[in-house]
Every structure is written in structure tokens, then in C-alpha cells.
């Protein structure tokens, strides 16, 4: 990916909006099938949600996730504590890993307390229901990602960027 | 080439209506078609899920094209030209970019490839109107948006009644007297048909 940049500043800082990306790769002993990864996602969405506006945030642009596992994909996302959560995808087995990558973008707070929001529901959600949060990693994750790949090779592929600088 | 612009406020459904709109586009396999997606959440989240459609998918991360990172956005469109070759570019802005930069920037492409401009159609959702427009700060964000709209889709009708959509139209037409609009429900396939009609007919 380019990643060219100048020194303008964005149009969505002159609005105060705020983006904060997270990745992580999450597990639990118990395989997990697609009705707990779904309601879990869906959690950590409300609780982003939630968390942004206690901490003074007019308006929810939104927060989405993407879970990659060797089972299939699911995603999930909100607008907004009022408009609930939505979800979609499957995965065709239980499994015991799996990668998320969140995305908030947030309007009337600042980046740390998006993050702090953000980093709040991946492990408080997570671990609340018995799922470890085995490594994560700010900003990377699906820069380089090859969907093409086979399923052994994209998970070396996401456990070689969630290694790197350790 | 011809880009054409699918903008809107975060969360209006940008990206579900644009994996449905390519679909159309290119379904009668005369068209080729390529995604350029630009978030600034840092992880392209939602270039990894068009990516799973099969479609030739660009991602710019970084920054917003219609300002901070707008001449990688020229030399993707011009990479895309030279490379791929598609008769279509749809282009997914960040939900808070100005639709009139994000042309500016894309004509900017066109100093090394043959790029046409299509039209800048945005879309405002119809769940929550008074949300968007009667914010202090975004409320002139997203009417800079609509103002700027060549064809305005109000989006995710299904999800309200029919006086909603009415009051939808309403507010919009006092920022934009000219603009087309369209109603439009990814999820129940409605407007879709008639948004790709107008890309293919749109002239500069």
C-alpha cells in the first residue's frame, strides 16, 4: 500500500472525529462456533459504543470488526447505541483461534479515549467470556494481507505481522 | 475509466451498497470493474471485505482522499489505469470526505490516465436524519455532502416507514434543489438497478 502522506490536516479532525484501529488474535481452549463469535462481536461493538458516549462522545461514526478465522469470516459493526448492532457471515466449523481486527471511528473525544474504549471491549468482552486475548497490535494486521492464500498460509501470514516488533 | 464517487456520512451503508452495485455492474461481464476504499481507522477493514467478493480491490489507508492522502489517491487511479485497465472505478471516500475534493483529487489522476468523471452520489440514511443534520460540527459535514451530491440515495429505507423517507427527502431538498433521488435498500435490492443505469449513462 502507498503511503504517501503531506502535512494537511484531515477534514474529519476539523469535525473532531477520531479513528482507532486495533488487531488481535483471540483464543480459548473450548472451540467457539458462529453463534458465540456473532454474539460476542456484536458485545464488543455495544460496549465501544457505550463506552465512547460515557466518555462524552456526540455521535458514533461507527465500529466494525472483522474476524478472519479458518472457519469463515464474520463481521459485525454499530452506528450507535440507539441503532443496536448488526452482524453477518458464518463459519462452517468451531474454532479455537481466530483474528479480529476493530475499527472506531468516533466524533467529540479524543483518539486516547476512542482507544481506551476500544481496548476496554476487545479484553473486557473477550475475557469475559472465557476468550484470551493472545496478542494484539495497533495499526497493521491487513495491510499486506493475501485473501488468495490458503488457509495454513494466511494464518502464518497474520501470525507473522502480530510478531512483528515484539 | 470512469470514477464515480459513492459518499456519505459514517454508517450510511457505503460499503454494503457498493458490493451490490459492482455486482450489477459487471454482471453482464462487458464491464470490468475495480473498488478503491479509503478508511481512517487505520485497518481497511472494509477493503478486505470487498476483497473477499473477488473484486480487483485498492486500499488507502493513512489518511482521508479528499485531502491528506489525495495524490495517492491520483497515482492508485493512475496505477489502476495502466494496470487493470477497468471501465468503472467506484470509489468508497471515509465516511467524513468532501465529495468536490475527492473529485478535485481523482481529476488529479487524470494528468497520466483517460479518466472520466461519474457522478458523486451520496447517500444519506434514512435512520437518522435529525442525527446527522442537526449535529453542531457534522451537522455541516453532511450538508456539504448532500450539497455537493450529483444524485443523493437515500439509503436503508427498508428500515423505516414511508413518512420517514419523505421527511428524508424533505430536509435534503433544502441543500440540494437539483440532485436526483433515489431511494435505496441494499438489503432489499431496491434502487440499485436504477443508481447503476445513471452511472452508465452519466456524461461530464
Redesign the interface.
Known sequence: ??????T?????TE???T?????AKLSRQEAMDSAFVQAMAKEMMMFIAEKCMHSGA?????I???IRTEGG?I?A?T??VG?GTYSTGKLDHAVKDLYI?????I?GIKEDAVQSATLDGLHEVAEGRGVAVVKEK??????E?D?VASKQEYIKQLEKQLSEDE | MKITQIAG???CGKTTFLLKLSQVLASDNERKIALVVN???????????M??SGMQVK??????I???????FA??LTQLYKSYKPDHVLVEP?????PH?VKLAARMGGRDAKISLGPAIVLF?A??PA?LLD????G??VTTQLKDADIIAISKVDAVEEGAIGDSAERIRKYNSKADIVNLSSFKDLGIDVLAEHIIDWKE
Open positions: 500500500m502507498d503511503t504517501e502522506n503531506n494537511d490536516p484531515g477534514c474529519y469535525h473532531g472525529v479513528g482507532y484501529g486495533v488487531a456526540k455521535c458514533i461514526g461507527h466494525k470488526c472483522h469470516t463481521k459493526d452506528i450507535g441503532h481486527a476493530i475499527n472506531s471511528i466524533q495497533e495499526h497493521s494486521y491487513f495491510d494481507f485473501f | 456520512f459514517l454508517g478508511e481512517i481507522g487505520e485497518i481497511p477493514v472494509d477493503g478486505k471485505i476483497e473477499e486500499d488507502i489507508g493513512g489518511g482521508c479528499c485531502c491528506e492522502v489525495a495524490s495517492t497515482k492508485t471515509t465516511g467524513v470526505a468532501v475534493q440514511d435512520t437518522r442525527e449535529m453542531d460540527m457534522l455541516q459535514l
